[in-house]
């Protein structure tokens, strides 16, 4: 009978391991494939970490506390792991060569460097820090839980199964919400360091993707700002799809206040259009089509001047002496000085 | 310099609410401690207002710093009348080694990841700026234009200026007018706050195991992590009402005066975060059930039931009188929901019409309900099917404050074409139903130990 019982132990464990390595190899997979973090992914790799942990409580407490040494080296592992992902990635190891230090130092050691650089790219090492943190933590967590929760439970064939449904629910609660907050606080880890040099408020454009995507609004504003008097009024973009950041007046008005913004409705309503100072040319979200707004033709006595700033380099160029003409300002970003 | 401003104004909010915790007759030093910035906060942004408005006081600097020390002050006093006094003094004569060497290692690990979510989260408010929506067009900087003007006329200029209450856009202005950028912070202190207060509550009734498992819960569900690094009202509007709403059924349950003053207090302050939602409604239920119950308290329970929407009813007493300053209508003399409900009622649908918009209306808030609250209400639903009469007062809240989301979606279904283009905001509406799902799930447990 204690052969019996121990024979089911070793069968237990067997699972333990193969469904623990099933938990990484699919991690891998999925990660390479982009979809780790996704809600369904995630919460199918909580199902294979429960199994784990289900498997590992139905073994006798004796040989749980064997293994718990080995469990504890493979959290040890796993966090320096995760911890040498995340130093990687905040020094921005494929920037290195080109920091100040990077060079002051391969300078000096250019065989070590270069032993670096091949060994990196031969073993293809920078896949490593393009893994997510979800690829570390669910077997982290796992193994975690399971090292934690000798202290806890009793085994869990002592349970009946309403209990045992009872802590999978548990469980499945726990998991994949402790994964997106520590997968939320390690993307702003990283980000932050890189970014700790940048004005405070600057900070908004990268928060916001950048100024080739929602950053692009602070960037924007901070030209206006730089262009226009605080008391001007400026004619804006309508509320649409394509405008709707520099469209909305509630949500633009934080950025320039207190210069006024108004849509062309307020030029129905009754304001004076001499009461314009400025006319807001936006290159709109368009999804590769060809848009600007003003999207109507504006004549050269109205206009003082044109001002227009690149989205790729943030370049500003005055133009003065022409018309304002949709065609020939498509994806265009700037200001319309108005005499 | 500016940090040492920002703690400096926040740990000041945090004694204005340890005095009124105790003089309110809390004894517990974790809930004390878990009331005190939410108390505080509540009661120094309701005052500084009433201040401006009453006695003609700018929204400024010194006229916060006079609304911070004179709450102290007067609160110190009633502490020396009352004889509070020793027990302030004893509140912080607390050992961590003999408190934490007691504990298992599960334990210090669960206290560990939720210390480290809530110093996440004060990092992630102190380096980055506000970027979210609705915190820009609307809550920051309304705050900006009040701490620049000492006052919130131009708001009726520049519109959409007063759709909420007034209290995140006042937590910003207490930072604001003493040249603090980072005012985000308050949303840490509350994140933590209503952590550390739902812990206390529950270690109540429940083994500090059990208790730490569900905070970690509630501290890592993504809804409520994500709202901890957003300067939205949901959070707060969460803490207080849930928070509010567990003081009332301790209440219901065993009859305790603190409990139902904690209780109608915290939810009357939830109106002062927002009031869209009639939910404070519900809380006169376990109010008037106690008084039932224990015949006892009928003042107390009067006051507090009119308590409830007063900060609201204050805030909209505010607006009439703005509009009588200026030309321009800011005043609705009835809310969004009264006017639905009085259009749906004129409207006069058939029987056939009101079958179709509720299966419409039901099928909608599964779809979007559903992917977010699934678990949670499974796990609610095995963990109560036992002693499912016990929980009465409970369940009854429970079922009330789902027939209002219910029911106002299926009123704005008649009214309003676009009634279901906004999932993301019944969802966070739903915020609520976290803690107070969580927290019953966990108040009865039972499991046995090693």
């Known amino acids: ?339 | 310099m500016e940090l040492i401003t920002l703690l400096l104004l926040q740990l000041s909010l945090v004694a204005v609410g340890i005095l009124l915790a105790v003089l309110l007759g809390m004894r517990g030093k974790l809930e004390i401690f878990g009331l005190a910035y939410l108390l505080g906060s509540g009661f120094v942004s309701l005052l500084f207002f009433l201040l401006h408005w009453w006695l003609g006081l700018n929204l400024d600097s010194l006229n916060l710093l006079i609304t911070l020390g004179g709450s102290l002050v007067l609160l110190l006093l009633l502490a020396v009348v009352t004889r509070k006094t020793l027990f302030l003094s004893n509140l912080f004569s607390w050992r961590l080694r003999k408190h934490w060497r007691p504990l298992i290692k599960l334990e210090k690990v669960v206290f560990i990841i939720i210390l480290f979510l809530v110093g996440f989260s004060f990092f992630e408010n102190y380096f980055w700026p506000i970027t979210d929506w609705d915190a820009l067009a609307f809550y920051d900087f309304r705050a900006r234009i009040i701490a620049l003007r000492g006052n919130m006329l131009e708001g009726i200029q520049l519109g959409y200026f007063f759709q909420y209450p007034p209290y995140t856009s006042f937590l910003h202005v207490f930072g604001y007018v003493f040249h603090v950028q980072r005012v985000k912070v308050a949303y840490s202190f509350i994140y933590g706050s209503f952590l550390l207060l739902f812990y206390a509550l529950l270690r109540r009734k429940q083994d500090q195991t059990i208790s730490g498992i569900a905070t970690l819960i509630l501290a890592s569900f993504t809804m409520i992590f994500e709202h901890a690094v957003t300067a939205y009202s949901n959070l707060p509007y969460t803490a207080f009402f849930s928070l509010g709403m567990m003081y009332l059924w301790f209440y219901v349950n065993k009859g305790s005066k603190a409990d139902l003053l904690l209780g109608g207090i915290l939810v009357g302050l939830s109106t002062w975060i927002r009031s869209t939602e009639p939910f404070w409604l519900v809380a006169a239920v376990p109010i008037l059930w106690g008084y039932f119950r224990y015949r006892t308290r009928l003042v107390s329970s009067v006051l507090l039931l009119a308590w409830l929407s007063l900060p609201d009813k204050l805030w909209r007493a505010f607006l009439k009188y703005l509009d009588s300053l200026s030309p321009l209508n800011i005043f609705e003399s009835q809310t969004h929901t009264i006017a639905a409900i009085k259009d749906f009622i004129t409207q006069g649908e058939g029987v056939a019409s009101l079958l179709v918009h509720i299966w419409q209306v039901s099928i909608y808030l599964v779809e979007i309900l559903v992917p977010e609250f699934f678990l949670l209400f499974l796990l609610f639903v095995f963990a109560i099917g036992h002693g499912a009469k016990r929980r009465l007062p409970e369940l009854v809240t429970l079922i009330l404050l789902f027939s209002i989301v219910w029911g106002g979606t299926f009123i704005f279904s008649f009214t309003w074409d676009t009634w279901n283009l906004i999932a993301g905001s019944i969802v966070r509406m739903c915020m609520i139903f976290i803690p107070l799902l969580i927290f019953l799930t966990a108040r009865d447990l039972h499991y046995e130990k090693k």
């Not at chain 1, 409580?57 to 749980?64: A, K, N």
């Not at chain 1, 990077?102 to 460097?113: H, I």
């Not at chain 1, 202290?151 to 199964?161: E, H, N, Q, R």
């Not at chain 1, 018309?323 to 319309?336: A, D, R, S, T, V």
Request: one cysteine or more.
């Open chain 1, 1 to 339: 009978m204690v052969l019996s019982v121990v024979r089911r132990d070793t069968f237990r464990l067997f699972l333990v391991l193969l469904f623990f390595l099933g938990l990484l190899v699919s991690n891998f997979i999925f990660e390479l494939e982009g979809v780790l973090s996704y809600s369904h992914h995630l919460l199918l790799r909580s199902v294979l970490a429960l199994a784990v942990v289900s498997l590992f409580f139905s073994m006798r407490r004796v040989t749980r506390q064997k293994l718990q040494p080995v469990i504890r080296v493979g959290i040890i592992v796993l966090a320096a792991a995760l911890f040498i992902n995340i130093f990687l990635n905040m020094i921005n190891v494929y920037s290195l060569g080109e920091s100040f230090w990077g060079v002051e130092f391969c300078a000096a050691f250019v065989s070590l460097c270069t032993f670096v650089q091949t060994v990196f790219f031969t073993f293809k090492l920078f896949r490593f820090i393009t893994l997510s943190s979800y690829f570390f933590l669910l077997p982290l967590f796992t193994l975690l839980m399971i090292y934690l929760g000798n202290d806890f439970v009793l085994g869990t064939k002592k349970y009946d199964l309403p209990r045992k449904f009872f802590l999978a629910l548990i469980f499945l609660l726990i998991l994949p919400n402790l994964l997106k907050s520590f997968h939320r606080a390690y993307l702003s880890i990283i980000q932050s360091y890189q970014i700790r040099h940048e004005n405070f408020y600057d900070r908004f454009v990268f928060k916001e993707g950048g100024p080739g995507y929602y950053g692009w609004i602070k960037v924007f504003s901070n030209f206006i700002l730089a262009q226009t008097p605080t008391s001007a009024s400026l004619l804006v973009p309508p509320q649409a799809m394509e405008y709707k950041m520099e469209g909305n007046t509630n949500y633009f008005r934080w950025f320039l206040y207190p210069r006024r913004l108004y849509h062309l409705q307020s030029l129905e309503a009754g304001l004076e259009s001499n009461e314009l100072d400025y006319v807001v040319v936006s290159g709109g979200e368009c999804e590769s089509k060809q848009c600007v707004w003003p999207d109507f033709e504006i004549d050269q006595d109205t206009i003082k001047r044109m001002i227009f700033i690149d989205r790729e380099t943030q370049g500003v160029t005055t133009i003065e002496g022409e018309p304002f003409l949709p065609e020939n300002y498509q994806n265009k970003w700037g200001l319309i000085e108005l005499r």
